[in-house]
DNA sequence: ATGACCGGGTGTCCCGGA
């Protein structure tokens, strides 16, 4: 029988500023020519977004832009992705440019930045929770679909003490708070698949490094880039990694690509 | 226990980030 699968790269990459980072973006593109990408913090307006040098990459693009903060994109190799929706439901009023899915090479990525909830506790932790509780309905949604569907983005989340070089220095942090956790562990039991955990399993990865004393080069970092599959996706789960070395050139984001590579059925070349 | 680096815009300081 002919293969009616092909090898997928899905990626994740929090930029930090989508045009203070584009060399560094189209560098990466260039040597992990990923099939799939979700960006988050492009701190752009929709104007801003540099669609013309991601096409001229090879890639197509739909994008949420904000000023000054968040945002968000999804990139496809040789391809537009097709727009599904751009806002999380259930709070009609949220202006924030968090979340954006379609459906790409066979793929419907959910590409989400879930947000930060610092300081808590205060308005922006009830925020975050509030998210989550939205995001965790709207997943419900898409867990059982007999296709392949992946929830890919910076989520903000520690989801255990491994996933820290130091979880007491964490401890007050939004990102590591027990009703956090609790949310993302009640997401995975829906029957997500964490594929940097489940191909890592006890071993440490991180994907984010802060930029104060030198931890990146020092290897202190926290894993809160997460790539979630269904059950249908997780079947297809080949490799994962995260491109460290992104993170420690010049002027880099505090954040790495971090990326799964998946088997998926065929889509019709183009 | 504290503070330290970044990017963007409200712009040479402040806010948000994690």
């Given at each position: 029988?002919?293969?009616?699968?092909?090898?997928?790269?899905l990626?994740t990459?929090?930029?930090?500023?989508?045009?203070?980072?584009?060399?560094?973006?189209?560098?990466?593109?260039?040597?992990?020519?990923?099939?799939?990408?979700a960006?988050?913090?492009?701190?752009?307006?929709?104007?801003?977004?540099?669609?013309?040098?991601?096409?001229?990459?090879?890639?197509?693009?739909?994008?949420?832009?904000?000023?000054?903060?968040?945002?968000?994109?999804?990139?496809?190799?040789?391809?537009?992705?097709?727009?599904?929706?751009?806002?999380?439901?259930?709070?009609?009023?949220?202006?924030?440019?968090?979340?954006?899915?379609?459906?790409?090479?066979?793929?419907?990525v959910g590409a989400l930045?879930l947000?930060?909830?610092?300081?808590?506790?205060?308005?922006?932790?009830?925020?975050?929770?509030?998210?989550?509780?939205?995001l965790a309905?709207?997943a419900?949604?898409l867990v059982?679909?007999?296709?392949p569907v992946a929830l890919i983005g910076?989520f903000?989340v520690?989801p255990?003490?491994?996933?820290?070089?130091?979880?007491?220095?964490?401890?007050?942090?939004?990102?590591?708070?027990?009703?956090?956790?609790?949310?993302y562990a009640?997401l995975l039991a829906q029957g997500w698949t964490d594929a940097l955990r489940a191909?890592?399993?006890?071993?440490?990865?991180?994907?984010?490094?802060?930029?104060?004393?030198?931890?990146?080069?020092?290897?202190?970092?926290?894993?809160?880039d997460h790539l979630l599959l269904n059950p249908?996706l997780a079947?297809?789960l080949?490799?994962v990694?995260?491109?460290?070395?992104?993170?420690?050139?010049?002027?880099?984001?505090?954040?790495?690509?971090t990326?799964a590579?998946v088997?998926?059925?065929?889509?019709?070349?183009?």
């Amino acid at each position: 029988m002919a293969a009616r699968t092909q090898v997928r790269t899905l990626a994740t990459f929090n930029v930090n500023g989508i045009n203070a980072r584009l060399p560094h973006l189209l560098e990466w593109l260039g040597e992990a020519q990923p099939d799939i990408v979700a960006l988050q913090e492009l701190k752009a307006t929709d104007a801003a977004f540099p669609i013309a040098a991601i096409e001229d990459a090879g890639y197509g693009a739909i994008w949420h832009g904000q000023a000054s903060w968040n945002g968000v994109a999804l990139l496809a190799r040789g391809a537009t992705p097709i727009e599904s929706r751009r806002e999380l439901p259930g709070e009609p009023k949220d202006t924030q440019a968090r979340y954006l899915e379609a459906a790409v090479h066979g793929v419907v990525v959910g590409a989400l930045y879930l947000p930060n909830g610092n300081p808590q506790p205060g308005p922006k932790f009830d925020y975050k929770l509030r998210w989550m509780a939205r995001l965790a309905r709207h997943a419900r949604s898409l867990v059982d679909l007999p296709h392949p569907v992946a929830l890919i983005g910076d989520f903000n989340v520690i989801p255990d003490d491994i996933d820290v070089y130091d979880p007491k220095a964490w401890k007050r942090d939004a990102l590591i708070q027990p009703e956090v956790r609790a949310a993302y562990a009640d997401l995975l039991a829906q029957g997500w698949t964490d594929a940097l955990r489940a191909v890592f399993e006890d071993e440490v990865i991180y994907t984010f490094w802060d930029y104060f004393r030198q931890h990146a080069e020092r290897d202190r970092g926290l894993r809160i880039d997460h790539l979630l599959l269904n059950p249908v996706l997780a079947e297809g789960l080949v490799e994962v990694g995260v491109d460290r070395d992104v993170r420690l050139r010049e002027k880099a984001s505090d954040h790495a690509p971090t990326w799964a590579r998946v088997r998926v059925p065929k889509t019709p070349s183009r």
